[in-house]
């Protein structure tokens, strides 16, 4: 048996890399355009882009899971495969909408709450940041969920 120390390490990077390899990649031009957008549209297309990166995620961690013998829980590596798709599609939905006015999404909110207005009013590159920020942040708990240690 693998410890969870070692678990977590790997099915850490291995959802690092699938999360550039989902996002850059496999994500198709459609749905990184339209996600953010509002109304019907615009969920669909983060949910496709969830699925497909979920997809990707989970394909990972198996590989990763059989190559190094590491033998996880599947009820855990599902469960931390949810946490990375719904924290996944919480940020995604806010793509283009870093600068909007008004109520905008839950995730611009809270930036907003937390102090990130003046950031986000000026430089343009501030809300792709933060998303990747928050990425990295609940893909770091998806592993410890997978690996036992949440």
Excluded at 94 to 111: D, K
Aim: aromatic fraction near 8%; include cysteine.
């Amino acid at each position: 048996m693998t410890s969870r120390s070692a678990q977590f390490a790997a099915v850490y990077a291995a959802l690092t890399a699938s999360h550039e390899v989902a996002d850059y990649w496999v994500q198709q031009d459609k749905d990184a355009v339209a996600k953010g957008g509002h109304g019907r549209e615009g969920r669909v297309a983060c949910a496709r882009h969830v699925a497909s990166y979920t997809a990707t995620q989970a394909l990972a961690v198996a590989a990763v899971n059989r190559r190094l013998r590491l033998g996880l829980d599947w009820r855990r590596a599902t469960a931390g495969l949810a946490v990375s798709a719904v924290t996944h599609y919480v940020a995604d939905r806010s793509g283009g909408r870093w600068q909007e006015e008004g109520p905008s999404t839950r995730l611009v909110r809270f930036a907003r709450w937390a102090g990130h207005e003046p950031w986000l009013a000026k430089d343009p590159g501030a809300g792709p940041l933060m998303d990747q920020a928050w990425h990295k942040g609940w893909i770091a708990v998806a592993a410890a969920v997978v690996a036992g240690g949440a």
